[in-house]
């Protein structure tokens, strides 16, 4: 089992700068593909970046392209995405989630998954 904690969170104003964290434990090996997804406010959960573990290859949705960065620490326990320039419609629970295969999949192929952490951007 994988176990991922999201951390970093919080109320901003726009155009602010913001990194979160997401820490994996447990039975990390062979995990390649470390994704964020979010959910908005009456919204649908969205991809917004992933990154590939074995290169650091990285695929970004257009909404966050050139505005949001995911990078990693040097081993698998950590990922960071680091976001920039946010915007109100930014506003969203983000969720990292994990799984062995790195490919364009939806969240529910996902069977690792971190509780969430609350970013709230305001105009």
């Known amino acids: 089992q994988v176990q991922l904690a999201e951390s970093g969170g919080r109320s901003v104003q726009a155009g602010a700068s913001l990194r979160l964290s997401c820490e994996a434990s447990g039975s990390t090996f062979g995990i390649n593909a470390m994704v964020w997804f979010r959910q908005g406010p009456g919204k649908e959960r969205e991809f917004v970046g992933r990154?590939?573990?074995?290169?650091?290859?990285?695929s970004y949705a257009d909404s966050v392209k050139g505005r949001f960065t995911i990078s990693r620490a040097g081993t698998l326990q950590r990922v960071f995405l680091q976001m920039n320039d946010l915007k109100p419609e930014d506003t969203a629970i983000y969720y990292c989630?994990?799984?062995?295969?790195?490919?364009?999949?939806?969240?529910?192929?996902?069977?690792?998954w971190g509780q969430g952490t609350r970013v709230t951007v305001s105009s």
């Open positions: 990154m590939r573990w074995s290169d650091g290859g990285t």
């Open positions: 989630a994990a799984r062995d295969v790195y490919s364009d999949l939806p969240g529910n192929e996902y069977p690792y």
